[in-house]
C-alpha cells in the first residue's frame, strides 16, 4: 500500500448515526484507470450492479439525492444506475461539474452521454463560469461536494486509488464527521459471481 495514504474510514454497513445519509457524492476511477475504453465493455455490468446494490440500501435508509460531477467513468455509470432507479424510488441527482464544458475534450460516445446527463438530472450547475482555468478549480470542486453532501460512496481499491487519491487527501482538509463508503475489488468478484449464479447456464 501507499505509505503516504492512510486507510479509508470505511463503513461497510447502514447503521445507526451512520445511516442517516441524506445526499450522497458518489465517485471513483476513470474509464482508463480500470483499462476501458468503450462503452459496450461487459465489465460496466458489474460496476453498475454493485453501485445499485449499494445505492439501493442508501436509498431504502432514506437517500434522496445523489450530487456527482459528472466526469468520465463511475459518476456517469452512478447516473445512469440512478436513472433506472427513479423507476422506483423517489431519489433525485444532482451533477456539479467543476467547470463549464468540462467534456470538450472527450471522446464523442461520452461527450454525448454527458450532455443528456445535462438535460436529465434533476439539477445541473458548474461551480465555476467559463471554461477550465487551473487545478485549482478541480480542488474547489471536491470540497464543495464534501460540504454539500453527509457521506460519499467511492469504487476504489486503496492499494491503487488513482485519481481518487485527490478526493480522499480532500476529506482530511474538512473538519466536519464525513463517512467514506467503498465498493472494493472483492465486492466486484462478489457481484459477478451473484449473477453469474443467477444464469442458468452457470449450473449446467
Known amino acids: ?17 451512520d445511516s442517516k445519509v441524506k445526499i450522497l457524492h458518489v465517485t471513483g476511477y476513470k474509464p482508463t484507470e480500470l483499462g476501458i475504453f468503450k462503452e459496450n465493455d461487459p465489465r460496466i455490468v458489474f460496476i453498475k450492479a454493485a453501485l445499485e446494490k449499494r445505492l439501493r440500501t442508501f436509498i431504502e435508509e432514506g437517500l434522496e439525492w445523489v450530487i456527482i460531477s459528472g466526469q468520465m467513468g463511475i459518476e456517469q455509470w452512478t447516473a445512469d444506475v440512478i436513472m ?7 431519489v ?6 467543476p467547470f463549464e464544458n468540462q467534456d470538450q475534450r472527450w471522446p464523442d460516445p461520452i461527450k454525448e452521454k454527458y450532455e443528456e446527463l445535462m438535460m436529465t438530472a434533476d439539477f445541473f450547475k458548474p461551480l465555476y463560469k467559463g471554461e477550465y482555468q487551473g487545478a485549482y478549480q478541480f480542488r474547489a470542486k471536491d470540497l464543495w461536494l464534501i460540504d454539500k453532501s453527509d457521506a460519499a460512496l467511492l469504487l476504489v481499491d486503496d492499494e491503487y486509488p488513482g485519481s481518487v487519491k485527490f478526493f480522499y487527501d ?6 466536519k464527521e464525513y ?3 467503498t465498493i472494493t475489488p ?9 449473477l453469474q449464479m443467477q444464469d ?3 449450473w449446467n
Request: proline share 8%.
Open 179 to 181: 463517512p467514506i463508503f
Open 200 to 202: 442458468p447456464n452457470y
Open 84 to 90: 433506472d432507479l427513479k423507476e422506483e424510488y423517489d
Open 1 to 17: 500500500m501507499n505509505k503516504e495514504l492512510k486507510p479509508y474510514k470505511s463503513y461497510n454497513v447502514l447503521s445507526g448515526k
Open 92 to 97: 433525485q441527482i444532482g451533477v456539479f461539474p
Open 170 to 175: 480532500a476529506t482530511k482538509r474538512t473538519s
Open 186 to 194: 472483492q465486492d466486484l468478484d462478489d457481484i459477478v459471481q451473484e
